[in-house]
T-cell receptor, first 114, second 110 residues
Framework: NAGVTQTPKFRVLKTGQSMTLLCAQD?????MYWYRQDPGMGLRLIHY???????AKGEVPDGYNVSRLKKQNFLLGLESAAPSQTSVYFC?????????????FGEGSWLTVV | RKEVEQDPGPFNVPEGATVAFNCTYS??????FFWYRQDCRKEPKLLMS???SGNEDGRFTAQLNRASQYISLLIRDSKLSDSATYLC???????????FGTGTQLKVEL
C-alpha cells in the first residue's frame, strides 16, 4: 500500500549542480503535482500534469523542469540549483470523483542548496 | 491579496476547549474546498471536504459561506493529538489545481 513515494528524502546540493526528484504513485491517478513548501509561504505549485505525456506550469515554475513519460511517474528536475531552491518538496497525485478532487501527498523531499 | 488567507496563529488552547479557524478565498469561481492537517515535518493529509450545506465528522465541523467567501473549521473537545497545522485548501480554475493557505497552527495543552 505504497501510495505516493518520493526519492530521495534528503539531499544536499552545491550551487549549480543538477538533480532529479522522482515521484511514483501506484493508485492509477491521472493528475500529479509538485509543490514546494517554505516557512510562511505555504505550499506553492511548481508544475503539474493532467495525464501521461502532459505537463503544465504552476505558480513558481522557474528553475524547474518536469516530465511525465509514464502515468505513474512524475519527475522534477533542477537544472542549476540555487540557494533559493532550498525547500521541502512534496509530490502529490489525485483523482476526481463526483466533481471533487482528492489529493494524496508523498512524504516530502528535503533539499538544501549550499 | 493572497488567493487563500488564514490566520497563522498559533492558537494555544487547553484540552477540551472548542476552537474555530477561519479562511477566506479571493476567487469567487472556486469550486471545491477542503481542510488538510499537517503535522510537523510530515505531509499534508486530508481532514475533511467542505460542502455548501456544512458537514460534520465527529468533533470536527466545516462550514462554507460562498457569499462572503470564507470557510471555517470548528474543533470541539480538543485533544492533545489535535495539535498540528490546519491548511485551508481551495480548488478553482480547472486542471484540478489546489491552492493552499499558509496554515493555522494549533497547540492543545494540558
Amino acid at each position: 500500500n505504497a501510495g505516493v513515494t518520493q526519492t530521495p528524502k534528503f539531499r544536499v546540493l552545491k550551487t549549480g549542480q543538477s538533480m532529479t526528484l522522482l515521484c511514483a504513485q501506484d493508485m492509477n491517478h491521472e493528475y500529479m503535482y509538485w509543490y514546494r513548501q517554505d516557512p510562511g509561504m505555504g505550499l506553492r505549485l511548481i508544475h503539474y500534469s493532467v495525464g501521461e505525456g502532459t505537463t503544465a506550469k504552476g505558480e513558481v515554475p522557474d528553475g524547474y523542469n518536469v516530465s511525465r513519460l509514464k502515468k505513474q511517474n512524475f519527475l522534477l528536475g533542477l537544472e542549476s540549483a540555487a540557494p533559493s531552491q532550498t525547500s521541502v518538496y512534496f509530490c502529490a497525485s489525485s483523482y476526481n470523483q463526483g466533481g471533487r478532487n482528492t489529493i494524496y501527498f508523498g512524504e516530502g523531499s528535503w533539499l538544501t542548496v549550499v | 491579496r493572497k488567493e487563500v488567507e488564514q490566520d497563522p496563529g498559533p492558537f494555544n488552547v487547553p484540552e477540551g476547549a472548542t476552537v474555530a479557524f477561519n479562511c477566506t478565498y479571493s476567487n469567487s469561481a472556486s469550486q471545491s474546498f477542503f481542510w488538510y492537517r499537517q503535522d510537523c515535518r510530515k505531509e499534508p493529509k486530508l481532514l475533511m471536504s467542505v460542502y455548501s450545506s456544512g458537514n460534520e465528522d465527529g468533533r470536527f465541523t466545516a462550514q462554507l459561506n460562498r457569499a462572503s467567501q470564507y470557510i471555517s473549521l470548528l474543533i470541539r473537545d480538543s485533544k492533545l493529538s489535535d495539535s498540528a497545522t490546519y491548511l485551508c485548501v481551495v480548488e478553482a480554475g480547472g486542471g484540478n489545481k489546489l491552492t493552499f493557505g499558509t496554515g493555522t497552527q494549533l497547540k492543545v495543552e494540558l
